[in-house]
């Protein structure tokens, strides 16, 4: 048997950190009341960079997600790797589809949503695992090239609401959302994942150089695509317009997006794995614990901040002090929280839980 390898606690900080960037652009978006007449958004900086946390977040999420299914994948020969992976898959798309079913404000049951996308991309980890490192970043780079021509096949708008997002009636149903047309489907969000994977086998191996070259290509990769729609003038609906548009909103995301986001998250993670080096973080710290409960901070947020604010009063209600008073609020129980709950191994939580279903075989 191969020694257990060092867990990176700065990684499971970085989960905690991206878990805590979505949460807070959603609370400051599902409770504040929005602008007082005669301003606008940017009359208010706090609650812009609460809505600007989630470029960082998410894309983070992804890539972490990928990284520890590489990891977890870190010797090819282990009995049972391939069911581990395929149960963990489904595990995290059932837990999927309890927070469709727990927000019916926001998600239809057939929703493709961050954890979908994380369960059907580990549940296709046996095929990723199998393929070598350059296959991987080329995988991520189909997956980018393929999306602007679903995109375009599907004849999606250019700017997607709630209520198409979820739509399940439309030709292909499900299948649809999961490919294309709902907030993180696979095309393009499996390439941070695909990525992600690359990179947790680069982590292994005491590179982090690489992360840093692929993050500067993505990042001119996704610049370059949009002077191009510049210089050529391109518009809705040629491909090259959906490929490499910038804009505010990113449903459905333009693959300039993408790049342009997963490019400084490699930066990101390499730098905190060069600085873990020299100062490595214990795994009492509060944000390392928080990491390790960010898929429960993650799957509650959403009923407890946009389902039962409605009841409550405060949905779209509350002015900018008091909302940023609860996601400060909400912040500090979940670190305290977090810290409390490591004291007898998180049990209870969505991450035992994955545990126990998935890395257990029926039996043992």
Known sequence: MNPPRHRHAILDALRGLAVLAMIHQHVGIWLWRGPDQGKTNFDYPGLVALNVCVVMGLPLFFALSGIGTAMLARDPSRPGLDAQ???????????GLVVNLATPSWFS?????ALHLMG???ALAPIWRRLPDNALLLAAAVVLVATPFAQAWLELPS????????DTTQPGGVLRLALAASQYSMLPWSAPFLAGMWAGRMIERGRLRPLVVVGAALVLFGALGHLAVLVTGADDPDVLWRAFRIKVGWFPAPISIVTLLLGPTLWTIAAALYLERRRPLTDDHMLVTLGRVSLTVFMLHAPLFRELSRPLGIWSALDPTATLAVVVGFT??????ARLWSRIGFRGGAEWLLRKLADRPRGS
């Open 109 to 113: 049951w057939g929703s493709f949503f």
């Open 85 to 95: 992976l395929v149960r963990r898959g489904l595990v995290l798309l059932g837990f």
């Open 332 to 337: 500090i129980v979940c670190l305290v929280l």
């Open 159 to 166: 700017e997607m609401t709630n209520s198409e997002m979820r």
């Open 120 to 122: 059907l991309s580990i």
